[in-house]
């Protein structure tokens, strides 16, 4: 099991085959979030807040440039373009043909697939609390504000 560009590329060479997507692999998985450190949320409220405004802004983007599982939407040569300057993937060929990670338009995290971790995390001996839920560690103040601000978000027509 193994995430993009590492799929694409290892099918390319003939050393792996595609079986199945982390989706039907491990559905529910939330393999990324974005984080602010305690301080910088309790000190820099307004900092924040412009931060997650923006991430939820090029999410959206992001998602509009998504057609059929690819990066092949009506901006998709600009994201690709941002991804290439700002990103370790320099191959705009590689990223138009990768299965892109999905990420919620909204900023939400997926709290099911959190939870399904913290069972595991708990079956492991890693988390000794039982009283610790998914709920307890996620603050989703800073994107309640962000959508109530730009709305829920809607894709782009045709999409």
Known sequence: MTNEPTMTLAVEKGVAVRIAGNDVIYPQQQTAIVIYSEKFARTRPEAARKFMRAYIRAVRDYNGALI??????????????????????????LLRKITPPAVNPDGRVNLDGMRMDLAFYRE???????????????????????????GPYRPPSGQ
């Not at 600009?78 to 990103?87: D, G, K, R």
């Open 124 to 150: 492991q001996g890693l988390v000794q609390d039982p009283a610790i839920k998914a709920e307890d560690i996620i603050d989703m103040s800073f994107v309640d504000k962000v959508v109530a601000e730009l």
């Open 68 to 93: 059929d599982g690819r990066l092949a939407g009506p901006n998709a040569g600009e994201i690709i373009a941002a991804l290439t300057q700002y990103s370790s993937l320099k191959d705009p060929d």
